[in-house]
């Protein structure tokens, strides 16, 4: 395929896609539009305080050079990042809907005003002009990076409801009935299960509660593409710095 036919395919999923719009990213069957952006807008900062604090404390602990090959890291990386996509989208959607809903209003008004304006004989062209109703919404053609963050979520969404309790069951089946001490502080247990119980519980909401998006198992080899590289990753820390 050529690079030209690349972008013609990457144009058509972006703008002719009936699956990317709106109302299947940032609306909920249950939570009402401005709450959902505003749950969504806290788990966002909340993700991020945790990633932050637990860069932080690798770093302290002289582990930082190694924080980004754990799985779980990585894995919570992604969860922030659509965290983030969806807080944009969902916020932009409601401030969407807020806008139609004033100038819907507006010409509400605009109209009952006109239909008792005097006699046409009575009045100048410049009234007509000012008095005649405005559109409820005027289609605008979405943004090229409004449509990529669209996609974004819609990928992202996917890998965080297939890793997330992939790393949930590891971490608590595997790893830690043989660590006792992995949760010996009340900074280290806080982030362990933010990063290791809730992330399965915040995938839980969004399946059930918060999100409309749908799965396509056409998707899934960029999920596979994700593990590859990730199985690359490991090789490369083993081989290089004998650390897995």
């Not at 788990?43 to 770093?59: K, R």
């Not at 304006?117 to 100048?124: A, E, V």
């Not at 998006?213 to 056409?218: A, L, V």
Request: proline share 4%; hydrophobic share 50%; net charge neutral.
């Amino acid at each position: 395929m050529t690079w030209l036919g690349i972008r013609r395919r990457f144009y058509c999923f972006l703008f002719h896609n009936p699956e990317l719009r709106d109302e299947l990213f940032a609306t909920s069957y249950v939570v009402p539009q401005r709450i959902l952006a505003g749950i969504r807008s806290t788990l966002f900062i909340y993700c991020l305080a945790v990633l932050i604090s637990n860069l932080a404390v690798n770093v302290a602990h002289g582990a930082g050079w190694n924080w980004a090959a754990y799985f779980t890291t990585l894995t919570f990386f992604g969860i922030t990042l659509y965290y983030g996509f969806a807080s944009y989208t969902t916020i932009a959607y409601a401030w969407k809907q807020q806008k139609i809903r004033t100038d819907g209003a507006a010409t509400l008004v605009d109209s009952e005003s006109a239909s008792q304006s005097p006699p046409l004989s009575d009045i100048g062209e410049g009234y007509i002009k000012n008095s005649m109703p405005r559109e409820i919404a005027q289609t605008q053609p979405p943004s090229l990076a409004h449509q990529v963050a669209l996609a974004s979520q819609w990928i992202l969404y996917e890998s965080f409801t297939c890793f997330a309790p992939l790393v949930s069951l590891i971490y608590w089946a595997l790893l830690f009935p043989t660590q006792n001490d992995i949760l010996d502080s009340g900074l280290d247990t806080w982030m362990g299960v933010s990063m290791h119980a809730l992330n399965s519980v915040l995938m839980l909401c969004e399946v059930g509660v918060f999100a409309k998006t749908p799965y396509r198992y056409s998707h899934f080899w960029i999920l596979f593409v994700f593990l590859a590289l990730y199985l690359a990753l490991a090789y490369f820390m083993v081989g290089v710095y004998g650390f897995y």
